[in-house]
């Protein structure tokens, strides 16, 4: 097994005058499931929303108190960090295992803003920050963002129920469903290759 990537440990939410409410995972392969209407798909949001997605999670009656969002994840070395975010939407804070800040993220890949990003802090986790992805068949390249990658590993029912496949989208217009970027993405993250 790599040495490089991360888990998620914990999902969490709290707010000024309620309790701390949290959903614990364990490493490999976690399903959430239950009966209709319990927040299964209200986690799902969470999670997608603290690995970067930037439209925050719907509210639902249970969270009408709760205005922050956190997500305990553990390198496979072994260091835990805690990423916290407003259920409003904004930047994250960054925490190691004694709960101390360490450092803000910048929500969104902006080159104008000359700061890390949630993308760039959970790609170096990885091992494959900075790296470019062969976009087209001229061989133009692209940056390769965590937004890219994982929906590989996070799936939400919708996905799971479909007779399409996960991992291609519909094709648009007449163009095929996997591009080559899409491709190529794929193809590195099962090889370590790109072409």
Not at 51 to 78: D, H
């Amino acid at each position: 097994m790599s040495k490089y990537g991360f888990f998620i440990k914990r999902l969490e939410l709290s707010g000024s005058a309620v309790e701390t409410k949290s959903i614990q995972f364990k490493k490999g392969l976690n399903v959430i499931f239950g009966s209709s209407d319990t927040g299964k798909t209200f986690i799902f949001q969470c999670i997608n929303y603290m690995l970067g997605e930037s439209t925050p999670p719907k509210p639902i009656p249970e969270s009408e108190n709760y205005n922050l969002v956190g997500l305990v994840i553990e390198t496979y070395e072994g260091k835990e960090y805690k990423l916290e975010r407003s259920l409003q939407g904004g930047n994250f804070n960054l925490f190691d295992e004694n709960n101390k800040l360490l450092k803000d993220l910048n929500e969104t890949n902006n080159k104008k803003v000359n700061k890390e990003t949630i993308s760039s802090f959970l790609l170096e986790i990885c091992n494959i920050a900075n790296k470019e992805i062969r976009k087209n068949q001229s061989g133009e390249k692209q940056n390769l963002y965590f937004q890219d990658i994982h929906k590989y590993f996070l799936i939400n029912e919708e996905k799971i129920i479909t007779e399409k496949s996960i991992i291609s989208e519909k094709p648009k217009r007449g163009f095929n469903a996997l591009g080559t970027f899409e491709k190529n993405v794929l193809k590195y993250l099962i090889t370590g290759e790109d072409d």
